[in-house]
T-cell receptor
Framework: KNQVEQSPQSLIILEGKNCTLQ??????????LRWYKQDTGRGPVSLTI?????NTKSNGRYTATLDADTKQSSLHITASQLSDSASYIC????????????FGQGTTLQVKP | DVKVTQSSRYLVKRTGEKVFLECVQDMDHENMFWYRQDPGLGLRLIYFSYDVKMKEKGDIPEGYSVSREKKERFSLILESASTNQTSMYLC???????????FGQGTRLTVV
C-alpha cells in the first residue's frame, strides 16, 4: 500500500534556530516528492520538488534532500523565523495518468520568539 | 498568477441539507481533486476527476458526490449533510503526475 509517514508530528523551536523534518515513503512507481507548507486556515503551497535523480534542492532557507534508495526525504529549515510557523506536508506522486497524490500527516512547526 | 478558487471560505449548514461546494481553476489542468482535512488525520481524498465528466472515488467517498461538466469546474456535493461532515474541504488541481498541485484557500464547513 502506498504510504507516506512524517516525523515528528509537532515541533517547537526558538526563532533563529534550525530544524529538520523527516519523511519516509513507500510509493511505487515513484514519480516525485514535494514538500508543501500550509499556514493555518489556508491551502497548502509547494516549497520544493524532488525527483528520483536529485539529492538536494534549496529554496531560500529551505533545503530538501531525497534518498531514493532508502525512500527518505528531509526538509531542513535554517535560521527559523516566526513566519515559518505552519504545517509542513510531504506529498509523493506515483507515476499515473490520474495525478493522484499520497499525503503524509504533516509536521506542525511552531517558532517561538 | 495561477489560481484555484473555492466559492466559500466559511459555510454553516443544517443537518439534512444538500450542500454544494464549488471549485474553479484557471490553469487548464486535467486533474482536479477534493480533499477533507481533519486534525490528526491529514488530507484525505474524497473524489477526483482526470477529465470532463470523468470521476473516480477516493479513499472516503461515502456521503459525497461530484460533478465535472466543464474542465475548469469541479463541484463537491453533500447529498444530506451530517455533523460528521464538519471539516475543512480543500480543492486542488494539477497537470499529469508531474505538475505542482495548486490548492484553493479551503472551505470550512460546519454542519449543525
Amino acid at each position: 500500500k502506498n504510504q507516506v509517514e512524517q516525523s515528528p508530528q509537532s515541533l517547537i523551536i526558538l526563532e533563529g534556530k534550525n530544524c529538520t523534518l523527516q519523511c519516509n515513503y513507500t510509493v511505487s512507481p515513484f514519480s516525485n516528492l514535494r514538500w508543501y507548507k500550509q499556514d493555518t486556515g489556508r491551502g497548502p503551497v509547494s516549497l520544493t520538488i524532488m525527483t528520483f535523480s536529485e539529492n538536494t534542492k534549496s529554496n531560500g532557507r529551505y533545503t530538501a534532500t531525497l534518498d531514493a534508495d532508502t525512500k527518505q526525504s528531509s526538509l531542513h529549515i535554517t535560521a527559523s523565523q516566526l513566519s515559518d510557523s505552519a504545517s509542513y506536508i510531504c506529498v509523493v506522486s506515483a507515476q499515473s495518468n490520474t495525478g493522484k497524490l499520497i499525503f503524509g500527516q504533516g509536521t506542525t512547526l511552531q517558532v517561538k520568539p | 498568477d495561477v489560481k484555484v478558487t473555492q466559492s466559500s471560505r466559511y459555510l454553516v449548514k443544517r443537518t439534512g441539507e444538500k450542500v454544494f461546494l464549488e471549485c474553479v481553476q484557471d490553469m487548464d489542468h486535467e486533474n482536479m481533486f477534493w480533499y477533507r482535512q481533519d486534525p490528526g488525520l491529514g488530507l484525505r481524498l474524497i473524489y477526483f476527476s482526470y477529465d470532463v465528466k470523468m470521476k473516480e472515488k477516493g479513499d472516503i467517498p461515502e456521503g459525497y458526490s461530484v460533478s465535472r461538466e466543464k474542465k475548469e469546474r469541479f463541484s463537491l456535493i453533500l447529498e444530506s449533510a451530517s455533523t460528521n461532515q464538519t471539516s475543512m474541504y480543500l480543492c486542488a488541481s494539477r497537470q499529469g503526475d508531474w505538475g505542482e498541485a495548486f490548492f484553493g484557500q479551503g472551505t470550512r464547513l460546519t454542519v449543525v
